[in-house]
């Protein structure tokens, strides 16, 4: 008797999943704000039922349309959380994990902006905090002198006032993050004059008498340094270089009727 012989095969059927849960991830969600998400599915023929675990508080999943939603997030779920969502549909069921991030709005932190002086350069850089990265920055409110301007992308603002841009600016600067989330904040710009002494001449001192007089400016803005720097006064005279004060008293014999160049 002989033994037949035929050929096989080993063949492999991939079962693919009748519906199936699209989303890959979830917007964020900021505190104080209404939250709305639409899970979508594909696949997916009768009556599903929507479920979900991990969810931070205020946070709820409707079981018929799929919809993740909160009314006003609670500051107390900032951070990020782990959820399961599950969809069931005759009788089967598909699970995926979701994170879930909870973030406060943007705002501007700068609470203050230092003051430019004509014909110097300026260079300074808005700072903002929560919401997520990258800002971008916005005036929408005011304006600044033609001769300065804001970086969209870095919040720097920069340039040279001139004399003509001298006077006070009330800006009102936006932030917006990268989910176009925004906060706002109303800063005063002040340019003011560079500085210049405006003393032409001292008054006299008087043999053995207290002497007291003070080098005047205009202009200019913050804590001045002065220096004498031509000239010298009687030994018993001090200049105070952080006031621009000169004082002390003058004995017999310390005479001086130099010109000095502050």
Not at 29 to 55: E, M, Q, R, V
Not at 168 to 174: A, G, H, P, R, V
Not at 230 to 246: H, K, R
């Amino acid at each position: 008797s002989g033994i037949a012989r035929a050929p096989w095969g080993l063949s492999m059927v991939a079962q693919l999943r009748a519906f199936y849960i699209d989303d890959d991830t979830i917007p964020t969600a900021y505190t104080g704000k209404a939250y709305s998400h639409t899970f979508t599915t594909g696949g997916a023929a009768g009556t599903p039922n929507w479920t979900a675990t991990g969810l931070p508080s205020g946070f709820t999943l409707n079981a018929t349309t799929g919809v993740l939603s909160a009314a006003a997030v609670n500051p107390a779920a900032v951070g990020d959380h782990t959820i399961e969502v599950s969809l069931t549909v005759g009788g089967e069921s598909h699970a995926r994990l979701y994170t879930l991030r909870v973030v406060e709005p943007p705002t501007i932190v700068t609470d203050e902006l230092p003051n430019a002086t004509a014909n110097g350069a300026y260079n300074f850089t808005l700072q903002g905090q929560d919401g997520e990265a990258p800002y971008t920055w916005a005036i929408i409110s005011g304006a600044l002198p033609t001769t300065l301007s804001l970086n969209a992308n870095t919040g720097a603002i920069t340039g040279t006032p001139g004399v003509s841009d001298v006077g006070q600016y009330n800006l009102e600067f936006e932030v917006t993050d990268v989910n176009g989330i925004t906060g706002s904040r109303t800063l005063l710009l002040e340019v003011v004059g560079p500085v210049a002494i405006t003393s032409t001449t001292l008054p006299s001192a008087t043999d053995g008498m207290p002497y007291s007089a003070t080098v005047e400016t205009f202009g200019g803005s913050g804590n001045f340094t002065f220096a004498l720097i031509n000239g010298t006064l009687p030994q018993s005279l001090t200049f105070d270089t952080a006031t621009g004060q000169i004082s002390g008293s003058v004995d017999f014999g310390q005479e001086a009727n130099s010109p000095f160049l502050i």
